[in-house]
């Protein structure tokens, strides 16, 4: 049983570029979640989604995309990526009502 | 909005207690207590949810007082794996509570056991 699979587990980008950061869980949850870590800030939601084919926005959604085609996969899109979005991303899912188990994360740097 | 967590940083010595305190300006469902060590990823430790119910996890437990809108997380005895830092996560009264993939996390309390 692998948990929430976060790949790559670093990415080093250029201003500019787009990347996908991909997550996947093996347990059949219905939510699964992103978060982005800053040094002081805690966790942060990006976006979320409560079953495939359904997503929502978070707190901080502004300059990513994601989609969830399937209950296992639910991908974050960078579509421009810019120094500001340097950061700690962490997938989450979890049965409904549960709580959320998180992947080991994704340190993401842009230059 | 993020909920305040005080204190910011505590440091403990092995078999000292320790209070977090975690308090929101919005009305709360349920309240989620995680413990991250340094590069790792965040562990549940335990919810609270709407009607005071207070949890206990071995030594850790924790209380909501749902009036105040903040919880408490209680670490009696520490042991030196107590260490890191300690995260609250809230989930709004909205939508029949069913809001755990939504998660407001404060900003984090840095706990250090030292022998």
């Known amino acids: 049983n692998a948990g929430v699979t976060q790949t790559p587990k670093f990415q080093v980008l250029k201003t500019g570029q787009s990347m996908t950061l991909q997550c996947a869980q093996d347990m059949n949850h219905e939510y699964m979640s992103w978060y982005r870590q800053d040094p002081g800030m805690g966790l942060r ?67 | 909005q993020q909920p305040v ?9 092995e078999g000292e207690d320790a209070v977090i305190n975690c308090s929101s300006s919005k ?14 990823a965040p562990v549940f430790l335990m919810i609270l949810l709407k009607g005071g119910e207070q949890k206990g996890h071995e030594k850790i437990s924790a209380s909501f007082n749902e009036k105040k809108q903040q919880s408490s997380l209680y670490l009696t005895a520490s042991q030196l794996s107590y260490s890191g830092t300690y995260f609250c996560g809230t989930g709004g009264a909205e939508a029949g509570g069913t809001s755990y993939g939504k998660l407001t996390f404060g900003q984090g309390t840095i706990l250090t056991v030292h022998p």
């Open chain 1, 45 to 111: 939601l990006i976006h979320y989604s409560v079953g495939a084919g359904i997503t929502d926005q978070g707190e901080v959604p502004n300059g990513y995309n994601v989609s969830r085609s399937t209950t296992e996969d639910f991908p974050l899109r960078l579509l421009s990526a810019a120094p500001s979005q340097t950061s700690v991303y962490f997938c989450a899912s979890s049965p409904r009502n549960q709580p959320q188990h998180f992947g080991d994360g994704t340190r993401l740097s842009i230059l």
């Open chain 2, 5 to 13: 967590q005080s204190p910011q940083a505590v440091i403990l010595r």
């Open chain 2, 27 to 40: 009305a709360l469902y349920s309240v989620h207590w995680y413990r991250q060590k340094h590069g790792e």
